[in-house]
C-alpha cells in the first residue's frame, strides 16, 4: 500500500464553477491581515462585523476575502455571507498576480460591495476598487461604511508594522 503525499488545502473559492485552492499566506500578508483586523475591530461600531477569511456568495461565484466587514444583520446560507460586504480586504500573497486578484475584487464589487481595498505588501502600495473606480489608496485611507460612519486608516502606521 502507497500513500500520496499532497499539500494540504488552505482554503477554496468557487470561480466559474472551479474550486480554486487560495494561496497560503506568508508573513507580510499575515502582518496585514491582523494588523487591519485589530484596527477594524476597535473603531468598527457595533453594528458591523469584522470577518476573516469569511466565504462570501458573489453570484455563481463563492470568494473568500482576506478581511470582510459586514453588517451584524446580514444574512447567511449555510454560514456563507449571502448579502454584499460593506468592505472587503485582498491581500495578495505569494504566487498570486495583479490581474487574479484584480478579478477577484471586481467579482466582490460587482456583487454589491461598494469598494474592495488591494494590498501588495511587498511593494507597500495598495489601490481601491469600487463599482466605477480603480485608485491608488492615499494617506490617510478613509472607508465610508454608512452615512455618518468612517474609518481612518494611516498607510505609513500600517507600513511600519511590516518593518
Not at 62 to 79: K, S
Not at 132 to 161: H, Q, Y
Request: contains cysteine; aromatic residues 8%; hydrophobic residues 45%.
Amino acid at each position: 500500500m502507497s500513500a500520496v503525499l499532497t499539500e494540504p488545502l488552505y482554503h477554496t473559492e468557487l470561480i466559474d464553477g472551479v474550486e480554486i485552492a487560495k494561496p497560503w499566506p506568508e508573513k507580510l500578508h499575515a502582518l496585514i491581515q491582523s494588523y487591519l483586523i485589530a484596527l477594524f475591530r476597535s473603531r468598527v461600531p457595533n453594528s458591523y462585523q469584522v470577518l476573516s477569511e469569511l466565504n462570501v456568495l458573489c453570484g455563481a461565484d463563492r470568494l473568500a476575502p482576506d478581511v470582510t466587514i459586514a453588517r451584524r444583520n446580514a444574512r447567511y446560507v449555510d454560514g456563507d455571507l449571502a448579502d454584499p460586504a460593506v468592505f472587503a480586504v485582498e491581500i495578495m500573497s505569494p504566487g498570486q498576480t495583479l490581474s487574479h486578484i484584480l478579478d477577484k475584487a471586481e467579482r466582490i464589487c460587482r456583487a454589491g460591495t461598494p469598494i474592495c481595498w488591494i494590498i501588495w505588501p511587498e511593494w507597500r502600495q495598495s489601490w481601491l476598487l469600487g463599482r466605477e473606480r480603480f485608485v491608488e489608496a492615499t494617506d490617510p485611507l478613509w472607508i465610508r461604511l454608512s452615512e455618518g460612519e468612517n474609518i481612518e486608516i494611516d498607510l505609513k502606521e500600517m507600513s511600519a508594522e511590516l518593518d
